[in-house]
DNA sequence: GTCAACCAGTTCTCTAGAGAACTAGACTTA
DNA sequence: TAAGTCTAGTTCTCTAGAGAACTGGTTGAC
């Protein structure tokens, strides 16, 4: 909880109005929360909506239900970034990145694989972490870990085939077909902080979506 | 342009500051337009930008120019509701609705076939309407025809195969693997107005989306 | 004809304050 | 103990107005 309107107007030097109208453009903004009678509250980070802002696979069998499979992160590396990796990043891009290899799998099955490739220099420091300590979700960590907030991501879905090695751990042959993913994800300011190629089994893959403005 | 804030407050008997903060919000809503020094506008319905809003396939070939293929209306009738079209409308809903199909092709090649479920009584009237005249996009037709705002829509992904319908008019044989998209669209009040069951010829087919906060 | 200066009209930012609506906790009473 | 009452403190809504910032058009000088 921070001070009251009255007392903030007063600290600063400004007229109550105006600090008011500044408090409703930080709730506006999502970072406070106000109720009469009781008082304006920092926002806490609200991680579960957070959770599945950004992932939006959904089973099969239960529509209804957001599903975050368990994770395993395969390896992490540093290496020379891929021609559509820098592309994505843009010119000021420096000649390396880290790539992680992940596979997510639902109730024991492999559901999806994930080549995930995140900016130097924002993300120094991250090849010394330990990737099983990660937990499912990554953006939580790079927000606790690095400062660095992904505030939105564009995902295009196309059919593909899978490589070498995501049909080596979607247990899969070369070159079936498999759901493909390619995520651009930036921070507020717009920069692009993660490239990620997905690949997923067909027969288990659902995407949902929600386009305009959520009915309240 | 509607009259200035000034004459507004004098006009409705009530403040200016009161006035100016009733404007606030139409324009947060998006309804309206104001620029110092010239007025208040009323917006006009960014249809350039609407066309794109919920339609996001994109080409294959090119992925950042967003694709509107060439739109053909096979049929249009009225018929009972299906269970899962009935289950998408609610308790309160009717017996029956209006069914569209149509085939949308891309450089002449069909790349999506589409049955539209609309909701009754609010399309009273459609069936008399030429389903030729209605041109590439159907919600704009929605807008201008029965007063109907979609403000926002639930897409979601998966991999199907082919019913005979879509098999027939995709060019495929019945049971090939198809993209499925099931869309349900909603009223500002969130009411579901709209339920459409899409089938995509998977080679050509690719689907973009922003989550988050668009950055400026 | 061109350009600068001016001006009326508009929105934007900020001040100052009154009263209503609501909340959480303290207090009283059965 | 339990339920109702009160109260201080909070946000919310609205009034009243001054001055700054900006825009589009008009006027006037050259």
């Known amino acids: 909880m921070i001070p009251s309107e009255n007392r903030l107007a007063e600290e600063y030097g400004v007229a109550l109005a105006t600090m008011r109208m500044a408090l409703k453009q930080l709730v506006d903004e999502g970072l406070l929360d106000r109720r009469r009678g009781t008082g304006t509250f920092v926002k806490q980070p609200a ?35 891929p021609a559509d990796v820098k592309q994505a990043f843009g010119e000021e891009s420096v000649s390396h990145c880290i790539k992680l290899e992940r596979v997510r799998l639902w109730s024991g099955d492999p559901l999806l694989f994930e080549e995930i490739y995140l900016r130097l220099p924002d993300f120094n420091g991250l090849m010394s972490l330990n990737p099983k300590a990660m937990g ?30 995501s049909a080596k751990h979607l247990e ?45």
Chains 1, 2 share one sequence.
């Open 47 to 81: 991680f579960r909506a957070d959770l599945f802002r950004f992932f939006h696979v959904h089973d099969v069998e239960d529509p209804d239900v957001p599903v975050i499979p368990e994770s395993r992160i395969l390896s992490h590396q540093e290496v020379a970034l």
């Open 172 to 216: 899969l042959a070369t070159g079936a077909p498999v759901a493909a993913i390619q995520r651009i994800a930036r921070n507020p300011a717009g920069r692009v902080i993660e490239f990620r190629r997905v690949h997923g089994r067909p027969e288990r893959f659902r995407y949902r979506v929600t386009l305009g403005d959520q009915p309240a």
């Open 136 to 165: 499912p979700l990554l953006y939580p960590v790079f927000l606790e870990e690095f400062g660095i907030l992904i505030s939105s991501a564009t995902d295009e879905l196309s059919f593909g085939t899978a490589t070498k090695a």
